[in-house]
């Protein structure tokens, strides 16, 4: 059996460690939240992490620390400490030092809201759009020392109207992601993968 226990590192509202915590509860996943990491003191994950009884729920001050490496480093042992083996990141807006990254090889899952390679950054959504394509979405994918480039673990398109705005556009790439993000994890923690070059397969 896979250990199953999870970390989830979040920034903001914390949608996408509800709906993990929602699948975890349907029994459609079969994870345990064992903790949870907020770089931001008024992160709504917190409250949500609290509220469904997640053991380890941390709030960790960036400005507490020297450098970003410091801050990682502080950030690993808390999970080491949880006995996670897998570090999920839902709306975490730091950018991993190579350190980190070093720590959980090929066991660090984000998910970005475009179609990668496509539109990588803080602004996924707005480049989207600028650039008008007619068709969009979002990427779970393992994390490593590249910005948005680690290999890809499961897309879903999302079809841009002609009257979408940031806030229309972001809102139906998010069901999509909310979907995507419990399922890939199911999968991950279920089904064995191997990685050739850029590829994954399962």
């Not at 994918?141 to 499961?154: F, K, R, T």
């Not at 991950?188 to 994954?200: A, N, S, V, Y």
Request: with cysteine; net charge negative; aromatic share 6%.
């Amino acid at each position: 059996m896979k250990n199953n226990r999870i970390a989830v590192m979040a920034s903001g509202k914390g949608t996408n460690l509800r709906v993990i915590l929602q699948a975890i509860e349907q029994g459609t996943c079969p994870a345990t939240v064992a903790c949870v990491i907020c770089n931001k003191e008024d992160a709504a994950a917190l409250s949500i992490a609290r509220q469904a009884g997640v053991p380890h729920v941390f709030f960790l001050n960036p400005k507490d620390y020297d450098n970003r490496k410091d801050f990682d480093e502080a950030c690993a042992k808390v999970i080491q400490e949880a006995g996670c083996h897998w570090v999920v990141l839902a709306g975490y807006m730091r950018i991993l030092s190579a350190e980190f990254i070093q720590n959980f090889p090929n066991r660090i899952v984000n998910i970005h809201p475009s179609l990668l390679p496509a539109f990588i950054g803080a602004d996924a959504v707005g480049a989207a759009l600028e650039h008008g394509v007619k068709v969009t979405g979002c990427t779970v994918h393992l994390v490593n020392e590249d910005l948005d480039g680690g290999p890809i673990l499961a897309q879903t398109s999302v079809e841009v109207f002609d009257d979408d705005n940031w806030h229309t556009l972001h809102q139906r790439i998010q069901v999509e992601e909310h979907r995507l993000f419990p399922e890939t994890i199911a999968r991950l923690l279920t089904t064995d993968f191997t990685i050739d070059g850029r590829c994954i397969i399962w």
